[in-house]
């Protein structure tokens, strides 16, 4: 598993407004899109990936 940073908006959100969640996953795909669902966000904007998990 890879430790992953998403960026995301809400609806109504204004785009310089950043909101992120860090989470693990096995890829950056399923990083975004477990994202979205955890947040109900609108719009994962950005994944960053911070490292591996032990």
């Known amino acids: 598993m ?3 940073r998403c960026f ?3 609806a ?9 969640i ?3 996953a096995a890829d950056a795909s399923r990083a975004a899109r477990l994202a ?3 947040t109900g966000c609108a719009m994962v904007t ?3 990936r911070m490292g591996d998990v032990e």
């Not at 109504?12 to 992120?20: A, V």
């Open 2 to 4: 890879k430790r992953y």
């Open 12 to 20: 109504g959100d204004e785009p310089s407004l950043t909101r992120s």
């Open 36 to 38: 979205a669902s955890v």
């Open 46 to 48: 950005d994944v960053v």
């Open 8 to 10: 995301y908006l809400l």
């Open 22 to 24: 860090q989470l693990h």
